[in-house]
């Protein structure tokens, strides 16, 4: 007894305690939530592009079309992730990762060395290509770690999209700051640098992010809150550092000082991993010592299968069949909402069908607003200094879109029923105010306008992402997440390119005419006044709205499941992942009592 009584000292007190606790931290699935914050914070490349944009224009020689057609193929690269989504089916995470790192610092180093000319001046379309490998890869980094999430956390898929894609929206800010600490004020050495850190993080966390077994927790949805209060201090903090740097010219060291803070607010998340991960290795140690506990979750979970066969429990049973069409078969027979859909089920039902056309109208109409933010801000005669201010509120209330509408949107569905598709159909009908604010030059409109289009837009995101794993199951949801961002290139294209750049054109020419000038070949194109954006945002404003009334036949069409209990299976999952480990714990727990026996004499 006294060597048991030796080594179980050493246990709960010395080095073996110290390693199986740090093992269980690094293991555990709350860090890798943690290790996909840092991959989502690095991850909006594509959002800082008008920071480096202008060297491109003047290295490279480049007129504004030819910018245009650039930024246009780093927003298809972004968005068009299909291909991340099919191989992350046949693949592990971390796969998807690395071929997302590989993409990134491949995309944005070619474009580092034909800035810097270390290259040949490469051709438009060369251009175009690298700058769309490199946009590309941020599909891949959101497979790879927020669609691992949303699998290893099913009950909280809200909470996790919210938080997740805050973190993407906080991005660009994020890295501008660690830029300006490294780099000062060397704007080519900035697509170096968000060429080789993305890169260098998803490297750091390949073996990190994986998918694990549910297993509930009571407080699972208070810790992500206490993740998003960890990101709203981050985002307050930026604010504060972009009010103040456009107050004050900051130096190196100052902005050293600035990117520390942002470090420690961007690793503060581990202190909470490590005190849950402390808490689930506790008890399991107390379920070592007592397993009386864990024998009670082990006979209830003997009931369960004899439940299935009985074909009481419906959900087991219709996944399981699910489970086993293959992605050919019952192409426009899907089974009931909530359950795994195949690829080609879900993308032929109407339900995906309304969804898609909402969010071409939707995501189409703010980004188109987004991307104009400048041209809207002269056209209507504000200061210069305001456009920037103009992007840093979009910025920050992008962020604040993706968290509210994740956690609110989470509490709403859990304590009232209240649907995800209504949530989006409101958030559609508050853009089209910001739309209208543009559209007829109120004073100082184009502020709140700003406010306004950024946080619907960063809104969207995590409810259509919740609408398909749920809807749609969450078997094949890394080829359907993709699928859902392939909208907003096409509404994209559709509202920006071909209609509001094509309107303001035709203005531009207007007031040339009315000038009695003619506009040169090559000659930049200019327009000024409530004309150059009206017709266009009038008619986004009524895309958006009809956008609006078509989620509504979504709400009708859902309002069923959602007064259903829609996350059944996913506990009865858990209570089988319960039993498991119960089972593997009690074994482990005979076997050392096995080796501790005393013979007795004969």
């Known amino acids: 007894m006294a060597l048991v009584g030796g080594a179980g000292s050493v246990g709960v007190h010395g080095w073996g305690e110290m390693k199986s606790l740090t093992t269980q931290v690094i293991t555990g699935r709350w ?11 690095a991850a909006g490349a594509t959002y800082m592009f008008g920071l480096y944009s202008g060297e491109i224009k003047t290295t490279l020689g480049y007129d ?100 997740l894609k805050g973190y993407v929206g ?10 300006s600490a490294i780099y000062y004020d060397d704007a080519k050495a900035l697509i170096l640098f968000i060429g080789w850190l993305p890169a260098a993080i998803s490297f750091a966390f390949l073996r990190t992010i994986r998918y694990m077994k549910p297993v509930r927790r009571p407080n699972e949805l208070k810790v992500f809150y206490n993740f998003l209060y960890i990101s709203l201090g981050l985002a307050g903090f930026l604010l504060v550092m972009i009010i103040v740097e456009k107050k004050v010219n900051f130096t190196q060291s100052e902005y050293g000082v600035s990117a520390a ?54 959900s087991v049973s219709v996944s399981a069949v699910s489970n086993d069409t293959k992605w050919w078969q019952n192409v426009l027979s899907p089974p009931e909402r909530g359950e795994d859909y195949t690829i080609l089920q879900a993308l032929f039902s109407v339900d995906m069908l309304i969804l898609f056309i909402t969010c071409i109208c939707g995501v189409g109409g703010t980004l188109t ?17 305001s456009t920037s201010t103009f992007v840093s509120l979009v910025s920050i209330w992008n962020y604040l879109g993706r968290v509210f509408s994740g956690f609110v949107s989470e509490h709403f569905l859990k304590k009232y029923k209240f649907p995800r598709p209504l949530m989006l159909t409101l958030t559609l009908l508050l853009s089209c105010v910001g739309h209208l604010l543009i559209a007829f030059d109120v004073p100082n409109g184009l502020y709140a306008a700003s406010v306004i289009i950024g946080f619907c837009f960063g809104a969207q995101w995590p409810l259509l992402f919740a609408i ?27 509202l920006n390119v071909r209609m509001t750049g094509h309107l303001y054109d035709k203005e531009a020419k207007k007031q040339l005419a009315a000038l009695g ?86």
């Open 369 to 385: 607003a987004i991307d104009n933010l400048g041209q809207i801000g002269t056209s209507l005669r504000y200061p210069k200094k």
């Open 64 to 163: 504004q079309t030819t910018l245009n057609l650039l930024s246009f193929f780093k927003d298809f690269g972004s968005n068009v992730g299909v291909l991340s989504g099919l191989i992350n089916e046949l693949t592990p995470p971390w796969v998807v990762l690395a071929i997302g790192a590989i993409l990134n610092f491949f995309g944005y180093f070619m474009i580092w060395l034909s800035v810097t000319k270390r290259i040949a001046k490469p051709q438009v379309w060369q251009m175009c290509l690298y700058i769309c490998i490199g946009a590309n890869s941020q599909s891949f980094a959101n497979t790879g770690s927020l669609v691992t999430c949303v699998k290893n956390f099913p009950e909280s898929r809200g909470a996790v999209l919210g938080i």
């Open 517 to 602: 000038l003619e506009r040169r070949e090559g000659q930049e194109l200019n327009c000024i006044g409530v004309n150059c954006f009206k017709l266009s945002f009038i008619i986004i404003t009524a895309a958006t709205f009809f956008g609006a009334i078509v989620s509504l036949i979504l709400v009708s069409r859902t309002r069923m499941f959602y007064k259903g209990d829609i996350y059944k299976r996913f506990r009865d999952a858990a209570t089988v992942a319960e039993a498991e480990m119960g089972v593997v714990e009690n074994g482990s727990k005979a076997e050392k009592d096995a080796k501790h026996v005393v013979p007795t004499q004969k």
């Open 170 to 179: 906080l991005s660009g800010a994020i890295i501008t700051q660690l830029y």
């Open 31 to 41: 860090f890798v939530v943690f290790a996909s914050f840092l991959i989502m914070a």
């Open 468 to 494: 398909i794993s749920e809807l749609f199951g969450l078997k094949y949801y890394a080829t359907l997440y993709n699928f859902g961002s392939v909208a907003s290139p096409l509404g994209l294209y559709v």
């Open 261 to 314: 803070m942002v470090l420690f607010l961007l690793f503060l998340p581990l202190a909470i991993v490590s005190i849950e991960e402390y808490k689930i290795w506790q008890s399991k140690r107390l379920a070592l010592v007592d397993p009386s506990p864990v024998k009670i979750v082990t006979e209830v979970e003997k009931v369960n299968p004899n439940e299935a066969t009985n074909g009481n429990n419906n």
